[in-house]
């Protein structure tokens, strides 16, 4: 197998009975051809969902094109958010300094679209010229009258990871600015749900149900005016927790809100986030309709699978998304259409991640870190897997290697989160990796050949050494 000998730690297969202690979080292997994304991409992607804020991208308009609508998240209200918005940074500017135009840009931009907030991310061209962009901001918010806050997320400075980092830091600001505000009883924050295809809104009515406040959604269809209450709610409930751990751990230290991390792909983890919320509120009242939901949901919805794991019976997928706490959902969700895991891979995960993936993997799945097009293609290839679930940048690797892609990225239009999800997951699994089409192609074709020039998968390094 192919695997440059800097990255040789980052990749593994499972084993039972020793620790897979997966090398992970740190920076890219240059020439590695890495599948992660930049630090400003990192902090746009958790911030952009905020529908009332303006979002301006101080940079070459090519960074800007990474925003445009780019997400799946969708809006109950204001659409400012899908606007893209850009200074346009060119020659002239990258000589004599880029501040003047950010100032003019963002006055002219606040007098036009009149939002709650603005979010200005700096990019790699601004940390090479040294644009003071916190200085701009604060003159810019005084002048205006709104929070003007600046995203240092210069592109070369970190992973995607430290874009979610800055992203925190710049939400942390907002946290805590309105303070007259009063919550009911069993009031939470949504954190880390992006409200990809309406997921968010599927979600906030399984806990209204239960009888479950929503105050903020931090930041799926998210507002500038509940994120500044965000701190009087009774708990933050998080989802891709890579994503936003930094800012429950922020708002504990400051408000002392508590906190849990949640996922809601797949029936167990679905009503698994359920029922702690109703248990952190030690409410009978809450747990036994959480209780009445999910036998109410699994009595459709179990039914509905059955044909679909008959048929799935036996494929094998690979995984590679951008954090390991949706990897282990998709393995558990995979395990119910009675799909086998063969690769599981991300690019944020940590220590923690991959060992809990490692415990519920069959033997010999490989799990890997920080992975690239050349690595990936070869796992599909050795593994001899059915179909591939990723996003945007795994796509090709797939189509390219004839089999299923199934898109689990933000840009994806179909909710896959909740107990309906699960059934659109499902369908989706099937549908692709069940296409006669795949027959025709290349990889079925090597398959089918069995004469592969590759090393065996069990030549790669496991746990037990
Ligand atoms: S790496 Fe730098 S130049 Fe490229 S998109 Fe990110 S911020 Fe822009």
Not at 143 to 171: H, M, R, W
Not at 337 to 349: L, M
Not at 428 to 448: G, N
Request: charged share 25%; aromatic share 8%; hydrophobic share 40%.
């Amino acid at each position: 197998m192919d695997i440059l000998k800097e990255r040789k730690n980052q990749v593994a297969t499972a084993a039972s009975g020793s620790p897979l202690n997966l090398d992970c979080g740190k920076k890219s292997t240059a020439g590695a051809v890495s599948q992660r994304a930049c630090v400003f991409c990192g902090s746009r992607v958790v911030l952009y969902p905020i529908t009332d804020a303006l979002h301006l991208i101080h940079g070459p308009v090519g960074c800007a094109a990474y925003t445009w609508d780019i997400r799946g998240s969708l809006s109950s209200g204001s659409e400012m958010y899908r606007l893209s918005f850009t200074t346009d940074l060119s020659e002239n500017e990258v000589v004599f300094g880029g501040e003047k135009k950010l100032y003019k840009s963002l006055i002219e931009l606040i007098d036009k679209h009149q939002p709650k907030a603005a979010f200005v991310y700096s990019t790699c061209i601004v940390g090479v010229i040294g644009d003071d962009v916190e200085a701009v901001c604060r003159r810019v918010s005084k002048e205006k009258g709104i929070d003007v806050l600046p995203v240092q997320s210069e592109g070369f400075n970190g992973t995607k990871k430290d874009g979610y980092k800055v992203a925190c830091e710049a939400l942390d600001k907002l946290v805590g600015t309105d303070n007259e505000a009063q919550l009911p009883d069993y009031s939470i924050n949504i954190l880390g749900d992006f409200n990809l295809a309406g997921e968010l809104w599927m979600l906030t009515e399984y806990y209204k149900k239960m009888g479950v406040n929503i105050n903020a959604t931090i930041t799926g269809d998210g507002r500038v005016d509940d994120i500044r209450k965000a701190h009087k709610a009774s708990l933050n409930v998080v989802q891709c927790s890579g994503a936003m751990m930094h800012l429950a751990k922020l708002m504990k230290d400051k408000y002392d809100v508590p906190f849990m991390k949640v996922s809601y792909f797949g029936i167990e983890d679905m009503s698994d986030a359920l029922y702690d919320v109703a248990h952190f509120f030690k409410s009978e009242e809450l747990f036994k309709k959480a209780q009445l939901l999910v036998k109410e949901e699994l009595g459709t919805l179990i039914p509905a699978l059955a044909k679909y794991r008959e048929a799935l019976q036996g494929k094998k997928a690979a995984i590679y998304v951008g954090g390991a706490f949706k990897a282990i959902s998709l393995v558990k969700a995979l395990r119910l259409i009675g799909v086998q895991t063969a690769v599981v891979g991300s690019q944020t995960g940590n220590k923690e991640d991959y060992e809990v993936l490692k415990e519920l993997c069959d033997e010999g799945t490989i799990i890997v870190d920080d992975s690239n097009p050349n690595e990936l293609s070869q796992f599909v290839i050795q593994t001899n897997s059915d179909i591939f679930i990723g996003g945007v940048k795994e796509r090709p690797i797939a189509y390219k290697l004839g089999l299923g892609f199934c898109d689990h990225n933000h840009e994806r239009k179909e909710a896959l989160a909740g107990y309906e999800g699960m059934l659109n997951f499902a369908k989706e699994i099937y549908a692709t990796a069940m296409s006669p089409v795949w027959q025709f192609t290349r990889h079925h074709k090597m398959r089918s050949s069995v004469a592969l020039d590759q090393t065996p998968v069990d030549s790669l390094p496991n746990s037990k050494e």
